[in-house]
């Protein structure tokens, strides 16, 4: 299922920007930061094939969403879900919904300004 998305784009799309939810310097450490941002895809709504340098947890507040690691297969999380990727984990996820938005939240820590995603080129 990951490469019928990815064929088609390798760009980010129907994803609406929020402004982090907390995002602040972790105490007693020299430079970790902790952030958690909210997501939003519209119907349809890609963010193809990246990773982040750091963990990130992810937990689906409404809709559905399907998540993909590179090489396992999708799954599939409802409000109420979470899922946790390793750092450097290549993965994609996207809104299969035609009629709902998908809104899921993102935990991160990690080395101040290091956590947020880093897109890669499709795979040939």
Known sequence: MLQAHTATSQERRGVIPHAPLLKMLVP??????????????????INPRHLHPAA?????LSGTGVWQEEG????????????FVPAGTIHSHWNPSTTENLRFLEF??????KGRSIHLPAKQ
């Open 28 to 45: 007693n450490t020299k430079n970790q930061e902790v952030a958690v941002y909210e997501a939003e895809y519209v119907p349809g709504g």
């Open 56 to 60: 990130i947890t992810f937990h689906v």
């Open 72 to 83: 396992k297969e999708p799954v599939t999380l409802k409000a109420g879900d979470s899922l």
């Open 108 to 113: 991160i820590v990690a080395e101040k300004d």
